[in-house]
């Protein structure tokens, strides 16, 4: 997938897009760049697209690169627990139809919520996972509709 693609299954301008790849706000997800070409097109796999999507989406509230990175960076390493070894809940997300949710809270906590199979990852700091006290409710948070994103970029409808 290029630019130009991700732009018509979003309708996000090509700039932002680029602009999030360019800041680095997608870390983790490979982005081939051919810097011999004209524009230095770019290409990534669908689930890179996601977190390119949900990077500019983070740009228009204004929050700042390092929030952004973070929180971003943090959601692939979210393990769903269960049965047998834990496995990324972002690509259980990313495989699945359900609609999902990642939130981010004001003091950097973040989750995914899965309503469809009432799954919450519960808060948790993105840097280790570890869990803030059992009562933690955040004063304010924002929501990623991933799985609105999701089917925006791999194009289902």
Not at 34 to 61: H, N, Q, Y
Not at 70 to 91: C, K, M, Q, S
Not at 132 to 154: C, K, S
Request: net charge neutral; with cysteine.
């Amino acid at each position: 997938m290029d630019l130009q693609e991700l732009h018509r299954r979003t309708g996000i301008k090509v700039r932002k897009l680029r602009y999030c790849i360019d800041h680095d706000l997608v870390p983790g997800f490979p982005i081939d760049l051919t810097p011999d070409k004209a524009g230095r097109p770019r290409s990534f796999a669908e689930d890179a697209g996601v977190g390119i999507v949900c990077a500019a989406c983070l740009l228009d509230l204004h929050l700042r690169h390092d929030t952004i990175r973070t929180f971003l960076g943090a959601l692939p390493r979210i393990p769903i627990r269960g049965d047998g070894p834990p496995l990324p809940l972002f690509v259980k997300v990313l495989e699945q139809r359900f609609p999902a949710e990642a939130q981010l809270s004001n003091d950097g906590k973040i989750r995914i919520v899965v309503h469809e199979v009432d799954y919450d990852s519960k808060w948790m700091n993105p840097d280790d996972q570890s869990k803030p006290d059992a009562d933690y409710e955040p004063q304010a948070f924002v929501t990623l509709n991933l799985g609105m994103i999701r089917d925006q970029v791999f194009n289902r409808r």
